[in-house]
C-alpha cells in the first residue's frame, strides 16, 4: 500500500488536467475493497448496495467481479432505471409510495421480472394494488425483519427503526397476507442490522465507548442470529420456495455470512471507504473515492482557503459527518466556521507549503452521498485518469 505523500502525489499527477473540484475513484483500491468483502463473505453473493456507489458503470465493474451478485437499490424509480438498463436482479431496500413507479412495474413484463420491492405491512400491498391501473404483472415482494436489540424488557432499543415485524409469527403472517393475494409473491427476507453493520467499534480516543459498542454487537449478533434463523424457518413454512434471505452490511458481512439461515450478504459502502469505516477492528479497508478543492486564498499564516467543502452526510449532525481533509495530512477545520457552503478555511501547519491553485483531497464520511456533489468520476489507475464516467447526477437522476 503507497503511503499518503505518494497517493498525494499519485492523484495530483493524474488530475493535473483537469479542474478542481473533482472527485476520483483510485480503481486499484476499489477493487481490493471488493476482493475482501469478497473473501469475508466467504462463498455468499455479495448483494451491492446502490445507495453506496451511485455510478452505473461502477455497479457495472464490481458486478462483474466473482462473488457479486444483485444490486440492493433505495427508491423504485431508481430501481426501474437500473432495470430498464440492463440489471436483472434488483432488490429495493425500501418502501415505496410512487404509484406512478407502481402502474409501471405492475404492466411491464421485464421490470417485472427484475426488481423486487420491500414490504412490512399490509398497507403497503393496499397502496401497491391501488396504483395498478390495469397492470396485471405479478409482483415480486421481499418482507423486512426489524433487527434492534431490544434490552430491559423492550425499554432500551439499539438499532435503526425500520420494519415493524420483528417476531417469526408477524412475519409468516405478512407472508400469508401477500400469498393469498393475486398478483402478489414473496421471493425474499431482509434483516439490515444497522447497529452491527454500519457502527464502527474502534472510535479514535474512546476506548471505553469502543468496549461499550464491541459488547452490544456481540449481544446483538447472538439475539440476532437465533431470532434470524426461527424468522426464516416460519416464513420457509408459508414459502417453502423463498428464493433468497438477505442480510448483512459492510462492517457485519463475516459474521451474518456465518448465520446458516442467510444466503445472500448486502454491502456497498466498502467499496469506496469512507472516514466512517475506519473504526472497526475487523475488516481494514483502502480509501478509495476522494474530493479535490482547490486552494483559492491564503489568509495568513497556517490557514488557506479551498472552494466549497460544505459537503455534510446524512445521520445525527456531529463532526464525524463532516469530510475529513484527507491529503495533505495535518489539515483540520477552523472550529467556528466548519466546512463552508461555498469556502472552507483550514488550518495547520501544511497550509504553508500550499500555493493559489494546488488541491486539498478530502474523504467523505459517507460513500454514495459524494456522487450528489459530482457530476462525474474521475477513475485513476497508477497516475493516470483512464475514464471519467457520469454519477447518477451526472446522468440527471437525483432520485431523493
Request: glycine share 10%.
Amino acid at each position: 500500500m503507497n503511503s499518503p505523500a505518494s497517493d498525494r502525489a499519485r492523484y495530483d499527477r493524474a488530475t493535473a488536467h483537469l479542474d478542481a473540484p473533482l472527485a476520483v475513484v483510485d480503481l486499484a483500491a476499489f477493487d481490493a475493497n471488493a476482493d475482501d468483502v469478497v473473501r469475508r463473505a466467504a462463498g455468499k453473493p455479495v448483494r451491492v448496495a446502490s445507495k453506496s456507489v451511485r455510478c452505473r458503470a461502477l455497479l457495472e465493474r464490481v458486478l462483474a467481479r466473482p462473488g457479486f451478485a444483485g444490486i440492493m437499490s433505495y427508491t423504485l424509480a431508481e430501481s426501474l432505471w437500473l432495470a430498464r438498463s440492463g440489471f436483472d436482479d434488483v432488490l429495493l431496500a425500501y418502501p415505496s409510495a410512487d404509484r406512478a413507479g407502481f402502474a409501471e412495474l405492475a404492466s411491464d413484463p421485464k421490470l417485472a421480472g427484475s426488481v423486487t420491492v420491500m414490504v412490512d405491512d399490509p398497507a403497503q400491498l393496499d397502496l401497491i394494488e391501488g396504483a395498478r391501473e390495469g397492470g396485471r404483472e405479478e409482483i415480486r415482494v421481499c418482507l423486512e425483519l426489524d433487527t434492534a436489540l431490544r434490552l430491559f424488557g423492550g425499554r432500551v432499543r439499539v438499532g435503526a427503526r425500520r420494519s415493524p415485524l420483528r417476531e417469526p409469527a408477524g412475519l409468516a403472517g405478512l407472508a400469508r397476507a401477500v400469498q393469498r393475494r393475486p398478483g402478489f409473491r414473496v421471493v425474499g427476507l431482509m434483516a439490515y442490522e444497522g447497529h452491527v453493520a454500519g457502527v464502527g467499534d474502534a472510535v479514535a480516543g474512546r476506548p471505553l465507548r469502543s468496549r461499550a459498542i464491541r459488547l452490544m454487537q456481540a449481544t446483538a449478533r447472538r439475539e440476532l442470529a437465533a431470532r434470524r434463523a426461527e424468522v426464516v424457518r416460519a416464513v420457509r413454512e408459508v414459502v417453502p420456495d423463498l428464493e433468497f434471505v438477505n442480510g448483512g452490511g459492510t462492517g457485519s458481512v463475516q459474521h451474518t455470512a456465518a448465520e446458516a439461515a442467510v444466503t445472500e450478504i448486502a454491502a456497498g459502502s466498502g467499496l469506496y471507504q469512507p472516514r466512517l469505516f475506519d473504526n472497526y477492528t475487523s475488516f481494514s479497508g483502502r480509501p478509495a473515492a476522494l474530493f479535490a478543492l482547490p486552494v483559492v486564498r491564503r489568509p495568513g499564516v497556517g490557514v488557506v482557503t479551498v472552494l466549497g467543502g460544505g459537503y455534510p452526510a446524512s445521520g445525527a449532525p456531529g463532526a464525524d459527518r463532516l469530510p475529513e481533509p484527507y491529503l495533505p495530512r495535518g489539515l483540520r477545520y477552523d472550529p467556528q466556521e466548519g466546512a463552508g457552503e461555498v469556502q472552507t478555511p483550514l488550518l495547520g501547519a501544511p497550509a504553508d507549503d500550499l500555493l493559489i491553485g494546488d488541491r486539498v483531497w478530502f474523504r467523505h464520511a459517507k460513500a454514495g452521498e459524494l456522487c450528489e456533489r459530482f457530476e462525474r468520476l474521475h477513475l485513476v489507475e497508477g497516475d493516470v485518469v483512464t475514464a471519467s464516467v457520469p454519477t447518477y447526477r451526472g446522468e440527471g437522476r437525483t432520485f431523493l
